[in-house]
């Protein structure tokens, strides 16, 4: 019935609409077209959410009534863009959500574009935008960065005239930046009036170029029958004068320490049409195999800024969230992970470790790292921004430090009044007697909510964050 509702609500040559009632048949049609947006009753899809993957590279809204924290954790685990409660879920403004999101791939998106201002990071097709500098014959230097891993273009008059990546400069650094379909970049505009430069191809040549690398590379992928696969070592290069033996052996050591198929062709350090031939080698030799590996989406979506935009920073213009812990706990590799999945820069200052988190409109969420071994209290004193919420990491392997933890957990309660979730980590044994007995261990009320994480994954900190953030606002 809500979705006729929606029918009823869209506008006659401007939402063409298609119902459908299973989710073989929404799998079908997305399989023969391309929507603009996809809208799920969750009622529908409650006890199908693991199955809802394949909706992940098209915009797609999950909406009711009431929808329980962990639920909606789970649907952005699997790459649903925006799940929608309440006022928000009614079907005049889900089409509204359906016209922002269409605003913002074009005409806003168009505008950043043609205003990028010093300093300022977007997240933009790559190719879009070296077209859009063409066109508008503009100077620009673009820092990329892809995790911790960073390259650089220069734009002069619109064209590329400087590009390097770590191990390779020219037209095989820019091929290679260019595999990149969307990316955050640290942008730049420079005024001069002549460059001197050595760069020896047209820049329509190196996007034509790219294209057809990027056509090769997909069909690699698409031949190893999984999605994002990790790539395994099953057993050594034989030693043989092979030709790029050198080569191989240099990108097998890659292999075992990455893993992540995409991320081992953007840090080798070479071409990708070579990386490619490469890896193909070592494949056709059973030296490697892709292996498929289940894992929530490492990135910050929009729904995610949203949330702790709107949750925990709420009507504030800046606030701090607290990631408390001994130095074991795992806190810096938490507060690593978060700048890594938004892109922005992480640091250690006076055994402090911090994060400024984007959340639009210029607003920041800032991270703080403060040792529980330490004078805490007198860091936070002098904190000049709002305390907000707090994240308290024990790591459960250090037993010796159990009571001096149970000692700071009081002292924290009797003076602060902020949300506190707790996060177990190093957990020996990851049951319900294990988390039990540690809550009686620091007399933590049953009411107190306590989660095991592992610090360096993202999917586990949106737990955390969802979860705090609903603490937050609901009392």
Not at 116 to 136: A, C
Not at 263 to 271: A, L
Request: aromatic share 8%; glycine share 6%; net charge negative.
């Amino acid at each position: 019935p809500q979705a006729r509702e929606i029918l009823r609500h869209a506008l006659p040559g401007v939402h063409q609409i298609e119902l459908v009632s299973e989710l073989s048949e929404l799998k079908d049609y997305i399989n023969a077209t391309i929507p603009d947006a996809v809208f799920i009753g969750f009622e529908w899809v409650r006890d199908n959410i693991p199955n809802l993957s394949f909706l992940k590279d098209h915009f797609t809204v999950v909406y009711g009534e009431k929808i329980d924290v962990d639920s909606r954790i789970k649907l952005l685990d699997v790459g649903i863009s925006r799940v929608t409660t309440g006022a928000l879920a009614q079907p005049e403004n889900l089409l509204n959500l359906l016209n922002i999101h269409q605003y913002r791939q074009k005409e806003l998106r168009s505008e950043y574009q043609k205003k990028v201002t010093r300093g300022s990071m977007r997240e933009f097709k790559l190719q879009e935008l070296l077209l859009h500098s063409i066109s508008d014959g503009r100077n620009l230097i673009l820092k990329i960065q892809n995790h911790q891993y960073f390259a650089k273009l220069r734009l002069f008059q619109g064209k590329i005239i400087e590009a390097n990546t770590p191990g390779l400069t020219g037209v095989a650094a820019a091929l290679k930046i260019l595999q990149q379909e969307r990316g955050t970049f640290r942008m730049r505009s420079y005024s001069q009036s002549e460059e001197l430069t050595t760069f020896p191809n047209s820049t329509f040549g190196v996007l034509a170029e790219a294209r057809f690398e990027r056509e090769l590379i997909s069909d690699f992928f698409e031949n190893l029958g999984i999605e994002n696969p990790n790539i395994e070592v099953k057993k050594d290069l034989p030693r043989q004068d092979e030709p790029f033996q050198q080569d191989l052996h240099k990108l097998l050591a890659l292999v075992k320490e990455e893993k992540k198929l995409e991320q081992i062709f953007w840090k080798t350090p070479f071409t990708p049409l070579k990386t490619l031939r490469l890896l193909q080698l070592l494949l056709n030799q059973e030296i490697i195999v892709p292996v498929k590996e289940e894992l929530p989406e490492q990135h910050l979506t929009r729904e995610d800024v949203e949330f702790i935009r709107t949750n925990l920073l709420g009507d504030k213009t800046d606030g701090v969230l607290l990631v408390f812990g001994t130095p074991s706990s795992g806190k810096t590799q938490l507060i690593k992970t978060l700048a890594g999945v938004a892109n922005c820069e992480f640091k250690t200052q006076q055994i402090i470790d911090y994060a400024r988190l984007p959340v639009g409109d210029g607003l920041e969420l800032k991270v703080l790292g403060v040792s529980i071994e330490i004078d805490f209290r007198a860091i936070i004193e002098k904190i000049p921004t709002a305390l907000l919420a707090n994240i308290f990491l024990i790591d459960c392997s250090e037993d010796s430090k159990i009571d001096y933890t149970k000692y700071v957990i009081q002292q924290w309660n009797a003076n602060y009044s902020i949300p506190t979730i707790f996060g177990l980590t190093n957990l020996p044994r990851d049951d319900e007697a294990s988390i039990r007995e540690l809550r009686e261990k620091l007399e933590l009320p049953p009411q107190t909510p306590v989660m095991v994480i592992d610090p360096g994954n993202f999917g586990h900190i949106r737990k955390l964050l969802y979860h705090l953030g609903h603490k937050k606002t609901t009392g």
